[in-house]
């Protein structure tokens, strides 16, 4: 009886041994938990087009937003863990479990870290139609509004949110949040002067800023951006607190094979490294990661605390 099940489990083992090294034989999908447009859906998509010529199959991304991302990743958490569902998210991903005590799902365990890709700094943008062209003047305009001066955001507790806020409690300036589903659609709004004001990743608005849709303000970013050289940054205009950045990464379900997992972020750090992605980044103002799952596991956790804290400090509350 012993040896029977002995070989029933050498000829498991070898069948799912084959079926990794198979990996991947159909479609791969990449959920993005945003609208098109934002941050996440064109990081997403910047890589599924390598990734898909390096594994030989096609890589599908689907906008899934809603619930500050909350939704599209349930999707991926309860997902079949055999590397064919990915989540593309950012920073919003280990903020959320500060912000709504039940999510569905444990950020930090239920989704396995494959890679990190980019790290990006916020910035501040205003409508090409806003009364003031830079920040002491936007300061000085928001502070003269009876209602308060409306910022929009790519969602309920996203990092352009708190960013929000703590330019409200930096400054002296009586803030009313206005959410989106996804950046690109709080930027349509501020292009076209609904709202005044909004923080983004560089990533999603700087084809704005080039065009002249949008005008920057200033950078949450230690240095200047090559790409905006005359774009300061906070810490030059006395606000040396606003060194705050997004980032993005692509995740796995919980209990994907850890072949298949490093499979993943070898040949996405990879991609995140080539000379054309690398390129296409830093000309969003963003630089290249390409970690491994350990490293963007660590990395992750110690930005849950980050956030974590900064959520408390500015009593951001989510009804």
Excluded: C
Excluded at 106 to 111: C, G, H, Q
Excluded at 178 to 191: L, R, T
Aim: overall charge neutral.
């Amino acid at each position: 009886m012993k040896t029977t099940l002995l070989k029933i489990a050498a000829v498991f083992l070898g069948a799912t041994a084959i079926a990794h090294a198979q990996y991947p034989d159909k479609p791969i999908r990449i959920v993005a938990p945003f609208a098109a447009g934002g941050s996440v859906d064109i990081v997403a998509r910047m890589v599924s087009d390598p990734l898909a010529k390096a594994l030989g199959t096609p890589v599908v991304v689907e906008n899934k937003p809603g619930a500050s991302g909350m939704i599209g990743t349930q999707q991926v958490a309860s997902a079949k863990p055999d590397g064919y569902t990915l989540l593309a998210n950012s920073s919003i991903h280990v903020i959320v479990p500060s912000l709504y005590p039940k999510i569905g799902y444990d950020a930090l365990n239920d989704l396995q870290p494959v890679s990190q890709i980019t790290v990006v700094p916020l910035v501040l943008v205003a409508s090409p139609s806003a009364p003031f062209a830079n920040l002491k003047d936007m300061v000085a305009w928001g502070k003269k509004q009876s209602a308060g001066m409306s910022y929009a955001s790519a969602g309920n507790g996203s990092t352009p949110h708190l960013a929000g806020e703590m330019l409200g409690e930096a400054t002296g300036v009586s803030v009313v949040h206005v959410p989106y589903k996804g950046s690109g659609a709080a930027m349509v709004d501020v292009m076209g002067g609904q709202v005044p004001v909004m923080f983004d990743a560089l990533t999603a608005v700087m084809s704005h800023i080039q065009s002249g849709k949008l005008k920057a303000l200033a950078i949450a970013a230690p240095k200047r951006i090559p790409a905006l050289p005359d774009v300061p940054t906070f810490a030059e205009l006395g606000y040396p607190q606003f060194d705050l950045s997004t980032w993005h990464g692509i995740w796995a379900p919980k209990d994907t094979p850890k072949e298949i997992v490093n499979k993943l972020s070898s040949e996405l750090a990879r991609i995140t490294h080539e000379p054309d992605v690398t390129k296409r980044i830093e000309t969003l103002g963003g630089q290249p990661v390409g970690n491994t799952p350990e490293e963007f596991d660590a990395f992750a956790r110690s930005e849950y605390k980050k956030w974590g804290d900064m959520i408390k400090r500015f009593n951001v509350v989510i009804e």
